[in-house]
């Protein structure tokens, strides 16, 4: 895992290496309740990639839990995606909305060196 900086605004742990058995311990440190579909879509991705002879299943696994967790590994950054993936989902927001969406999203794949 990479190093942080630490601080009352700082994340929850350092961003773990790029790979699924660091990502499933930042998972289970700060998403515990998300370990069973992280179990879950890494055996699809692994019978995916066996089946089609090929890595990509299990590097867009490891691209989209490597972007969730950097934006959860930061409290806020992932309230605030979640509010807005809510009021998207209700109709109660508009372009800014996705477009904050995106930038969150964004960030967290340069985080994670995406």
């Known amino acids: 895992m990479s190093a942080q900086p630490d601080g009352p605004y700082g994340p929850l742990i ?3 290496e790029l790979n699924a058995d ?4 930042a ?3 700060i998403l515990p309740s998300r370990l069973p ?21 299990l590097r867009t696994f490891v691209h989209y839990w490597a972007v969730i967790v950097a934006i959860e590994r930061h409290p806020q950054r992932g309230a605030r995606l979640h ?19 995106r930038l969150i999203w964004e960030a967290a794949e340069a985080e994670a060196g995406l």
């Open 14 to 16: 350092p961003m773990p």
């Open 83 to 101: 509010e807005l993936e809510r009021a998207l989902a209700a109709g109660e927001a508009g372009r800014e909305a996705v477009t904050e969406v």
């Open 22 to 25: 660091a990502l499933r311990v």
């Open 27 to 29: 998972v289970a440190q």
């Open 37 to 57: 579909a992280f179990t879950r879509q890494l055996s699809e991705a692994a019978t995916n990639a066996q089946k089609m002879q090929s890595l990509a299943p």
